[in-house]
């Protein structure tokens, strides 16, 4: 199994006609996923690398049952080609788009709750399960299928860790991007609970940052949990109230620091490492404790509880 995604997902493209959509459209396809239809106002009928292009989504809809659509559109209509979508049926969404309005992502989000809906992203390099699909702009060659969830923040810094972890013979089940920026669908937390949840994960990585609060909910969801869980933070130099590359990323009043995160996630039992290439050793020596002795998920979890009492 895997979270979000299978081999089995059929995904519409919007912006499948621009340079990025073209691209990544084809590096998908080149990896098996099952790209059944992509959407772009005024240029229905055409072809993108065999592709059948709509004008709306409802249209393509009509034409391919679509489980899930990954949006490639300029920042300035994301929401309205989101809510396209949505009101068309489809009920996942990777938005890669970055740059998304504060109070677009906020409308947005609040619209997919009120609907039943998924949303992954904003600013997200999207999902993928390993062998079966990917979903968005992960370079295809780093992942190998096995029985390790990635959650993360950033993107580049997660195709290092996945990368360090396939090299080390450490497979993933599901890696998913949450995004970047401050207002999101899918939190650390959303995605934990479906790694928990999921009997193909053993074990979780979580990749965070400095800034906000998801790393500090996700160490309190985690002392519930029965899976060992992994961590790296980046951060650890930036200077209070500057943002570091996302929009999520920077420290206000005192909190969303390296401090705060690192401290709440090892009082929750996670190993946090200090430097990405640790990830990969951590993980493995997790996954021999889980292989030797069955128990060790219930006695790590049972940890869990003794430390909040």
């Known amino acids: 199994m895997s979270i979000l995604i299978d081999e089995a997902t059929s995904v519409l493209v919007q912006g499948i006609t621009g340079y990025q959509g073209q691209f990544h459209a084809k590096q998908m396809?080149?990896?098996?996923?099952?790209?059944?239809?992509?959407v772009t106002p005024g240029k229905g009928g055409q072809r993108v690398e065999g592709i059948p292009v709509f004008d709306t989504v409802r249209a393509a809809m009509e034409a391919y049952p679509i489980d899930v659509s990954v949006l490639f559109t300029p920042a300035a209509f994301t929401m309205d080609a989101a809510i396209e979508a949505?009101?068309?049926?489809?009920?996942?969404?990777v938005i890669i788009t970055e740059h998304v309005p504060l109070h677009d992502a906020m409308e947005l989000m609040a619209y997919a709750k009120r609907v039943g809906a998924t949303i992954v992203g904003?600013?997200?390099?999207?999902?993928?399960?390993p062998g079966k699909c990917k979903i968005g702009i992960a370079p295809n060659a780093i992942f190998s299928p096995g029985e390790v969830g990635v959650v993360a923040r950033s993107g580049t810094l997660s195709y290092e860790i996945v990368g360090s972890l396939t090299n080390n013979g450490i497979g993933q089940s599901t890696v998913v991007g949450i995004g970047g920026d401050r207002v999101i669908g899918q939190s650390f937390v959303d995605v934990l609970r479906r790694f928990e949840k999921d009997p193909a994960t053993s074990a979780v990585v979580l990749v965070g940052e400095i800034g906000g609060s998801d790393e500090e909910d996700a160490a309190l969801y985690i002392r519930e949990m029965t899976k060992p869980v992994v961590a790296y933070i980046a951060g650890k130099s930036a200077p209070p109230g500057k943002r570091m590359g996302h929009a999520g990323a920077i420290i206000e009043k005192g909190k969303g620091t390296y401090s705060n995160k690192t401290a709440a996630l090892r009082e929750a039992g996670v190993k946090v490492v200090t430097?990405?290439?640790?990830?990969?050793?951590?993980v493995k020596a997790e996954l021999s404790m889980l292989h030797l002795d069955p128990f060790y998920g219930l006695t790590w979890s049972m940890k869990q509880v003794d430390s909040i009492e």
């Open 29 to 38: 396809l080149a990896y098996g996923t099952q790209i059944l239809a992509g």
């Open 86 to 93: 949505l009101e068309a049926g489809v009920k996942t969404l």
């Open 122 to 129: 904003p600013n997200t390099f999207g999902l993928v399960s």
């Open 275 to 282: 430097l990405p290439f640790e990830v990969a050793t951590t």
